[in-house]
Structure formats: C-alpha cells, structure tokens
C-alpha cells in the first residue's frame, strides 16, 4: 500500500463512486472467462479520463495499458482481452488498485 492516498482526475460527470465501480466490473470480466463486454480496445476506464495519462495505469504503473502490453506481450492491451496471461496479470493488481481506491483521503480532481 502506497504512504499517501492517491489523486485521481475524472471527467467532470464522474465520481471516486464511478471509478470504483469501473474497476469492479473490470475484475468481473476478467474472472469470467466467456465475457465478452470489454473484448474491444476500450475497457471501463477509457470514459472516465480525459487522457490515457489520466488513467489508473498512469498512476498505478506510471505508463499507459498499451505500454505495458507491447512491453510485457508484444501487442496492443484490446488484443489481449482474452490471453490467459494477460488476465492473470490483471486479476492479480486490480483488487489492489480497488484496495488503493477504497482508502481514506483519496481525492478526485474533475475536468471538463
């Protein structure tokens, strides 16, 4: 667990409720194997932020979910929707990014 609360930036029509739900239902798909609502390029979080820099990826990896994904498995994130190892890597840090989400004093920056 991070020493300090995070900061997080949303499009203004957005809460800390709406980002905490987003990562819920991301782990729901990728623990359900036959799935198919986030199979395309974008994931729950893409409305939430203005900008790929904006996203939880940003401020849990400090890199974009394509960065990481063309790092690690040598595609882009909408490809590996359904590679088991790309869904293991995700089961295993989402709940930690909900954990991070949950805690006291996380505060939400609205734009727009």
Same mark, same amino acid.
């Given at each position: 667990?991070?020493?300090? +609360?995070?900061?997080?930036?949303?499009?203004?029509?957005?809460? !800390? /409720?709406?980002?905490?739900?987003?990562?819920?239902?991301? @782990?729901?798909?990728? *623990?359900?194997?036959?799935? &198919?609502?986030?199979? =395309?390029? *974008?994931?729950? !979080?893409?409305?939430?932020?203005?900008?790929?820099?904006?996203? !939880?990826?940003? @401020?849990?990896?400090?890199?974009?979910?394509?960065? @990481?994904?063309?790092?690690?498995?040598?595609?882009?994130? =909408?490809?590996?929707? /359904?590679? &088991?190892?790309?869904?293991?890597?995700? @089961? &295993?840090?989402? +709940?930690?990014?909900?954990?991070? !989400? &949950?805690? +006291?004093?996380?505060?939400? *920056?609205?734009? =727009?």
């Amino acid at each position: 667990m991070r020493k300090n +609360p995070i900061t997080i930036r949303v499009k203004s029509r957005f809460t !800390l /409720k709406d980002v905490i739900e987003a990562v819920e239902d991301l @782990i729901l798909y990728y *623990n359900q194997s036959y799935a &198919k609502r986030y199979d =395309g390029i *974008n994931c729950s !979080l893409c409305r939430l932020f203005f900008s790929c820099k904006n996203c !939880l990826w940003g @401020i849990f990896h400090h890199k974009e979910c394509d960065y @990481i994904a063309q790092k690690r498995f040598g595609t882009d994130a =909408g490809s590996l929707k /359904k590679d &088991k190892k790309w869904r293991a890597f995700r @089961i &295993k840090e989402l +709940p930690c990014w909900l954990q991070e !989400l &949950k805690r +006291p004093g996380v505060k939400v *920056n609205k734009w =727009g």
